[in-house]
């Protein structure tokens, strides 16, 4: 089955910030009070000095978490990031990082760069985390909440670096919760496919990349990644529509990335097969052809062999390599799925348990 409110495939999205553009000093340098007072007003009811709860609460919010969201700057772009322990480490988008090995942050309210090399980059998520090459006094780590928590309606708060504008907060709310996302495939980025993702309405821009989706708790629950574009107007924005990867996902592999250097377990689910996109006659996409079987994997173990086309997950159809992707990403490790596939022109089915996609 498909996770609640997921979607098999997500098309006309870009990258919402490894290369935002630059401002001037006195843009960048745009206080924390002065993103809440924009935030705030931005809200009918929430006029200055009017005692206005909400206005009250973004201001706190903002107070607690601002300082713990930074700028990262690389030879190519910037991008935003989060800081998450008191000994240096920053959690941030893989895109955001590219190449790099070494990089400037910028913290809250300050102008003063410091140096972060990178410590390990996991783009099958789209994360990766850099650490400071000296921790100064009073960092402070943000908090990350529980995605399972996370409802349609919650106001939510993005902070980043929008455009090179440092320490820019905006509000939205949660749109919707459990979507399965393909990232374009740019420089530096080889694109990934996102399960579970937090849809919101709060303004992502380039430069907000990696920086934080909030609630009101005071509580990161996504990282910003995505934007949404509209392919009818060349690639323009779509307002109200980005894309935020779950504090879960966060915590789990930047831990991995911290411990091990590396992702030990993926959580994503797998077939345990090689495969291509398979094209008909008329050259038209019509599948995924299987290239190389895992000894003794899922798919092994249910019978599939080499040059089977599938054509479906279960209810979900399956086109090409990236749809058979993204229909896997929105399942969990130990799933049992019914596999279409066609063989020797014959269609044919296997119940199949998935494993757990290996990483490198």
Same mark, same amino acid.
């Given at each position: 089955m498909l996770a609640p409110g997921a979607v098999a495939v997500l098309t006309a999205l870009v990258l919402a910030g490894c290369s935002g553009g630059s401002s001037s000093d006195s843009s960048s340098t745009e206080s924390g009070s002065q993103a809440a007072s924009a935030a705030?007003?931005?809200?009918?009811?929430?006029?200055?000095?009017?005692?206005?709860?909400?206005?009250?609460?973004?201001?706190?919010?903002?107070?607690?978490?601002?300082?713990?969201?930074?700028?990262?700057?690389?030879?190519s772009g910037l991008g935003s990031g989060i800081v998450y322990d008191d000994k240096g480490d920053i959690v941030t988008n893989a895109h955001v990082v590219g190449t790099a090995t070494t990089f400037t942050v910028t913290l809250a309210g300050s102008t003063k760069p410091l140096d972060a090399a990178l410590v390990a980059s996991y783009p099958d998520s789209d994360l990766a985390v850099i650490k400071l090459s000296s921790t100064p006094d009073g960092l402070k780590p943000a908090s990350f909440g529980d995605s399972t928590k996370v409802e349609l309606g919650q106001i939510t708060l993005a902070m980043g670096s929008p455009l090179g504008l440092s320490s820019s907060v905006t509000q939205g709310?949660?749109?919707?919760?459990?979507?399965?996302?393909?990232?374009? /495939?740019?420089?530096?980025?080889?694109?990934?496919?996102?399960?579970?993702?937090? $849809? @919101?309405?709060? =303004?992502?821009? #380039? &430069?907000?990349?990696?920086?934080?989706?909030?609630?009101?708790? /005071?509580?990161?629950?996504?990282?910003?990644?995505?934007?949404?574009?509209?392919? $009818? @107007?060349?690639? =323009?924005?779509? #307002? &109200?529509?980005?894309?935020?990867?779950?504090?879960s996902t966060v915590t789990s592999i930047a831990d991995q990335l911290i411990k091990d250097g590396k992702v030990t377990n993926s959580g994503r689910a797998a077939l345990g097969i090689t495969a291509r996109t398979f094209f008909d006659q008329n050259f038209r996409p019509a599948g995924a052809v299987v290239v190389a079987v895992?000894?003794?994997?899922?798919?092994?173990?249910?019978?599939?062999?080499?040059?089977?086309?599938?054509?479906?997950?279960?209810?979900?159809?399956?086109?090409?390599?990236?749809?058979?992707t993204t229909a896997l990403a929105s399942l969990a490790p130990g799933s049992k799925v019914t596999v279409t596939y066609t063989r020797d022109g014959q269609s044919k089915t296997a119940d199949v348990t998935l494993g757990t996609l290996e990483t490198p």
């Amino acid at each position: 089955m498909l996770a609640p409110g997921a979607v098999a495939v997500l098309t006309a999205l870009v990258l919402a910030g490894c290369s935002g553009g630059s401002s001037s000093d006195s843009s960048s340098t745009e206080s924390g009070s002065q993103a809440a007072s924009a935030a705030a007003a931005s809200s009918p009811t929430a006029q200055p000095g009017s005692g206005n709860q909400l206005q009250s609460d973004y201001l706190r919010v903002i107070k607690d978490v601002l300082p713990s969201v930074v700028q990262i700057t690389t030879a190519s772009g910037l991008g935003s990031g989060i800081v998450y322990d008191d000994k240096g480490d920053i959690v941030t988008n893989a895109h955001v990082v590219g190449t790099a090995t070494t990089f400037t942050v910028t913290l809250a309210g300050s102008t003063k760069p410091l140096d972060a090399a990178l410590v390990a980059s996991y783009p099958d998520s789209d994360l990766a985390v850099i650490k400071l090459s000296s921790t100064p006094d009073g960092l402070k780590p943000a908090s990350f909440g529980d995605s399972t928590k996370v409802e349609l309606g919650q106001i939510t708060l993005a902070m980043g670096s929008p455009l090179g504008l440092s320490s820019s907060v905006t509000q939205g709310i949660v749109s919707a919760t459990g979507r399965t996302v393909t990232e374009p /495939s740019t420089q530096g980025s080889p694109g990934a496919v996102i399960s579970n993702m937090v $849809q @919101t309405s709060a =303004a992502i821009n #380039p &430069g907000n990349s990696g920086g934080a989706l909030v609630n009101l708790d /005071s509580q990161v629950i996504g990282i910003n990644t995505l934007a949404a574009t509209e392919p $009818q @107007t060349n690639g =323009a924005a779509a #307002p &109200g529509i980005g894309f935020a990867i779950p504090a879960s996902t966060v915590t789990s592999i930047a831990d991995q990335l911290i411990k091990d250097g590396k992702v030990t377990n993926s959580g994503r689910a797998a077939l345990g097969i090689t495969a291509r996109t398979f094209f008909d006659q008329n050259f038209r996409p019509a599948g995924a052809v299987v290239v190389a079987v895992a000894a003794g994997g899922p798919a092994d173990a249910a019978g599939l062999q080499v040059g089977d086309v599938i054509t479906r997950i279960d209810d979900t159809a399956v086109d090409s390599l990236n749809s058979l992707t993204t229909a896997l990403a929105s399942l969990a490790p130990g799933s049992k799925v019914t596999v279409t596939y066609t063989r020797d022109g014959q269609s044919k089915t296997a119940d199949v348990t998935l494993g757990t996609l290996e990483t490198p």
